[in-house]
């Protein structure tokens, strides 16, 4: 074999290698976003074609490319399907668009619950008030325009890392796992907050699918969509499961909202009498902090049931 025929063979294994490499780098084996298709919509939902003023009604099966806008009217929903199996659900009073070249996704308004399957490297998603980086997670984002907030919360842990959530001068970062949430509100970053996974998949149609004992509904998925969930779903079982289990560690305490100075006290909440008050807006995506009245309510009656099904228990 002569020089030449060595290097060419040279410059096929070398070329080999890094394709190979960047197919099981996760953080390298970025997905290009071209397009995506309406998958489902619920009464008003129209379309801005590259960033024109101008709406139209969308239709079911309609494709949007890079620069193209859904909004969602009072009451409606939008499903977008991306060509790599990206899910986007949107609620009721929504504008979203996506950019073109790698996963990166515009919130300018509202709420949306973003399913993205494992190994498909970076995304990178916007609201007015935030930066958010997040590696394969399902994850959900609002953004009220009114009270310059945007909330951010997180459903599944990536192998890859947690999520990052970055005010938007930079100048603070912070690491969300699974059941965990932040607010920015006017570029001031809030504490990293716990909220009740349960409770959550219990109440919120955008996360339908992603709890537990709803493989019925999947199954009337497109085979797609399918796939797309159950990934995620495999990926917030887990965190869901490890709730519980710290729940259920609560339940030592008489959890009762007109008794709370003993939970508080071993949360480190603050003194006994102390009220803890987290309001945030109830829209189609909203979050029971664990440091709530809500959220002391349903421990409760969680622990009540938790308690209830172990004294019906059959004796070994």
């Not at 070398?14 to 970025?30: C, D, K, M, R, W």
């Not at 929504?94 to 709420?111: A, K, N, V």
């Not at 007015?128 to 459903?155: M, W, Y």
């Amino acid at each position: 074999m002569n020089i030449k025929n060595i290097s060419s063979l040279k410059y096929k294994l070398a070329t080999f290698l890094i394709l190979a490499s960047l197919g099981n780098n996760p953080l390298l084996a970025q997905s290009v976003l071209n397009r995506a298709e309406v998958y489902k919509l619920r009464n008003q939902v129209d379309l801005s074609r590259q960033n024109r003023p101008v709406w139209n009604p969308a239709k079911l099966g309609d494709t949007i490319v890079p620069q193209d806008a859904v909004r969602t009217g009072a009451n409606s929903k939008a499903e977008l399907l991306f060509n790599e199996g990206t899910l986007v659900r949107t609620g009721s009073g929504t504008i979203f668009r996506f950019s073109p070249g790698r996963r990166s996704f515009e919130l300018d308004s509202g709420s949306a619950l973003i399913i993205i399957r494992p190994g498909q490297g970076e995304s990178n998603i916007t609201t007015p008030e935030a930066r958010i980086v997040s590696q394969g997670t399902a994850l959900f984002i609002q953004h009220d325009s009114q009270r310059n907030s945007s909330l951010i919360g997180v459903l599944t842990d990536s192998n890859a890392g947690p999520v990052r959530v970055t005010n938007a001068n930079g100048e603070v970062t912070i690491k969300l796992n699974a059941g965990e949430f932040v607010s920015i509100i006017n570029g001031v970053m809030g504490l990293v907050e716990h909220f009740i996974l349960p409770m959550f998949y219990e109440n919120i149609e955008l996360a339908v699918g992603l709890g537990v004992g709803q493989e019925n509904l999947i199954a009337r998925e497109s085979p797609e969509v399918q796939k797309t969930i159950n990934l995620a779903r495999a990926e917030a079982l887990e965190p869901l499961k490890n709730q519980a289990a710290w729940l259920r560690g609560f339940c030592r305490f008489n959890v009762n909202p007109e008794q709370l100075s003993p939970l508080l006290q071993w949360l480190g909440l603050g003194v006994p009498g102390e009220q803890v008050l987290l309001k945030l807006p109830e829209t189609d995506l909203f979050v029971t902090p664990m440091r709530s009245l809500t959220g002391l309510a349903w421990l409760g009656s969680y622990c009540q049931t938790q308690q209830s099904s172990q004294s019906v228990k059959p004796k070994e």
